[in-house]
């Protein structure tokens, strides 16, 4: 492995926010749904999931999923 | 004549509650029910994946809506009614989607070819700047070095190599759980381990990870 300084000021800003009750993507996708549209309704819905927002903003694919399917919920309701 | 009227009258049926939705796509299910929802599919599709797809976007939406489909079908008995039923198939979906354009980019390269990883490389890159100054990047030398040394220490071979294919080789998540036979919650899991034992290394040392951020 080598590492360079932009991977390790990735690695590091992580660090602070890491910790032992992290959701894993299974979970989050599991809930996506009434986040969605939770969101959409403006409910705040990391008020209720605080778990699945932290892991929206730790993991890229997720929140890619997530914006897609608000895109897409937006446009067809 | 009334058979007729009453097949007519069930093809142009539209589904609206989720009680309507799941009593017609359970098995058998309705032609017009999964009409519908492929058309929904294929519309709500378009939308989120139009700027990633260069060309066929209409092939390649069909195949994504049909693969989701079945997907749908054969898991519709989990559906918890805790949302409208199209918000949750088109979570599956975009899902669908989203996987195989990460995949079809890395189609036929094998990880080896992709990857740069060598089990036997332990020093970080050099640091070339423009602008840093040479204590700055003294610096910056010591904390990668400093670092990469407690990653060596307290990672394990998987470990490192998942973080090397996916942060410096910069190889979607979902593929890199393709290339070694996993799923992307391990991996993710996988990362996460590996984020903890430096947070506890790091405690252990008396670092404050937010101080070496704010230096570098």
């Given at each position: ?77 | ?190 990362v996460h381990d590996a984020r903890m034992k430096l947070k506890n290394r790091l405690e252990i040392e008396g670092i404050n990870p937010e101080d070496i951020f704010n230096q570098m």
């Open positions: 492995m080598k590492l360079n300084i932009d991977v390790l000021k990735k690695i590091i800003s992580k660090i602070p926010r890491t910790h032992e009750n992290e959701i894993g993507c299974d979970e989050c996708f599991d809930e996506l749904h009434t986040f969605a549209e939770m969101e959409l309704e403006g409910k705040s819905p990391e008020k209720v999931m605080p778990l699945i927002r932290e892991h929206l903003d730790n993991c890229g694919e997720c929140r890619q999923e997530y914006q897609a399917l608000l895109d897409a919920i937006k446009l067809l309701n | 004549m009334l058979n007729w009227f009453k097949r007519r009258g069930k093809s142009s049926k539209s589904y609206q509650t989720n009680e309507e939705w799941i009593s017609a796509i359970k098995p058998p299910p309705e032609d017009a029910a999964i009409l519908q929802l492929r058309t929904f599919l294929v519309k709500g599709l378009k939308a989120s994946l139009h700027k990633y797809v260069d060309r066929d976007l209409n092939d390649f939406v069909e195949d994504i809506a049909q693969d989701s489909l079945l997907k749908i079908l054969d898991k519709y008995d989990t559906f918890r009614g805790d949302s409208k039923f199209t918000t949750w198939a088109m979570k599956i979906a975009v899902r669908e989607g989203y996987s195989e354009l990460r995949k079809k980019k890395y189609e036929d390269i094998s990880l080896e070819q992709y990857s740069s990883y060598d089990p036997d490389e332990k020093e970080a890159v050099e640091i070339e700047h423009d602008q840093a100054g040479p204590d700055q990047v003294t610096h910056e030398s010591m904390m990668l070095n400093k670092v990469q040394a407690m990653m060596e220490e307290e990672l394990t071979e998987k470990q490192k190599k998942v973080i090397q294919l996916l942060m410096i080789d910069q190889i979607p998540m979902t593929v890199v759980s393709e290339m070694m036979d996993s799923n992307r919650n391990a991996i993710y899991k996988l």
